[in-house]
């Protein structure tokens, strides 16, 4: 009885090893494509912070070229 129940304990422990390989291997092969689409997004999102980016530096450059020029012709007109 003690040798069959330590045979069904060897048993399950060689089960739960099997189904946990099973299981990494079932991981492995589904995140390879899954991989890959995620560095796809990740280059899309990185090329879209830097496009954003250059976009907030021309409106920061353009907007302070604006405020000068007003600034300029206001200084122009108390003067006068």
């Known amino acids: 009885?003690?040798?069959?129940?330590?045979?069904?304990?060897a048993l399950r422990e060689a089960l739960d090893k099997a189904n946990?390989?099973?299981?990494?291997?079932?991981v492995s092969r589904l995140t390879g494509p899954r991989i890959e689409f995620l560095k796809a997004v990740e280059e899309l999102l990185k090329q879209n912070v830097n496009d954003s980016e250059k976009k907030f530096l021309r409106f920061m450059v353009t907007s302070w070229g604006g405020f000068l020029v007003a600034a300029s012709v206001l200084v122009y007109a108390l003067k006068k």
């Open 1 to 9: 009885m003690r040798r069959q129940t330590h045979d069904i304990n």
């Open 20 to 26: 946990a390989q099973v299981a990494a291997l079932e």
